[in-house]
């Protein structure tokens, strides 16, 4: 079982009691609930940025990012001080990945070294905020990232529109009950900060779209369960 399907089955678990199994993929697991057999497809609703009349997922531009900010922590957590954390925010998408992250590495080693503790800088044509914050006690993860998409809609109805279309409908055709379960319910992990629980439930009734979902639930990142039909 993936970590963000694992994370939403024991937000239901702990949402609803019971416990929850691995499925056979489809569906993604089982919720044990009051001697019923529960299938749950769980997807994310990530924000697509529409760029040129063409849409693409947000997670494209932010991985790369993602994973030079995990390096870092890797590569130099040892060179921040204990009672110090860098705070990024890093414009996206990127390109020239790794020279990007070349010169941060050495504007923030630099930035150590002089005890310089915040900089807005320009990167390759990209301007990169990085902050050495002060804390109390040393931090689990020393270099912690805010991305900046370039692309971002501010049109929320249309994203939720096209967000919930596209998962509901690609996990619709993916349904494999074959019988078995009580109900088959579709979990959707909110990454999209941007969209509530009003956005979608607004989103879903002007779909109207037909689906073999017994019940459908949003989970956020604070593990909150909402039931969207």
């Not at 929850?20 to 489809?26: A, L, V």
């Not at 609703?45 to 922590?73: C, F, T």
């Not at 790794?98 to 150590?112: P, V």
């Not at 990169?128 to 990232?145: D, T």
Request: aromatic residues 10%; glycine residues 4%.
């Amino acid at each position: 079982m993936k970590p963000d399907e694992e994370y939403v089955l024991a937000a239901l678990a702990s949402k609803f009691g019971g416990k929850y199994i691995d499925g056979e993929d489809p569906p993604d697991g089982y919720l044990l609930l009051n001697n019923r057999k529960i299938a749950v497809e769980v997807t994310k609703l990530v924000e697509h940025i529409n760029e040129n009349g063409k849409r693409r997922s947000r997670l494209a531009d932010d991985v790369p990012i993602s994973n030079i900010v995990a390096q870092l922590n890797e590569e130099i957590g040892n060179l921040i001080p204990n009672n110090r954390w860098i705070h990024l925010v890093i414009p996206s998408p990127i390109k020239g990945i790794n020279e990007f992250k070349k010169e941060l590495t050495r504007i923030i080693i630099n930035m150590i070294t002089t005890k310089t503790y915040e900089a807005v800088i320009d990167i390759l044509g990209y301007v990169v905020a990085i902050n050495l914050y002060k804390c109390q006690q040393p931090p689990k993860v020393k270099v912690v990232q805010a991305i900046a998409t370039q692309f971002a809609s501010t049109n929320i109805h249309d994203n939720t529109v096209f967000l919930l279309e596209n998962r509901i409908s690609t996990k619709n055709q993916k349904c494999n009950a074959n019988g078995e379960v009580d109900e088959y319910w579709l979990a959707l992990f909110n990454t999209y900060c941007m969209a509530d629980i009003d956005s979608y439930r607004g989103a879903y009734e002007s779909l109207q779209l037909e689906h073999n979902f017994s019940k459908i639930y949003i989970i956020d990142g604070y593990r909150r369960v909402y039931k969207l039909c």
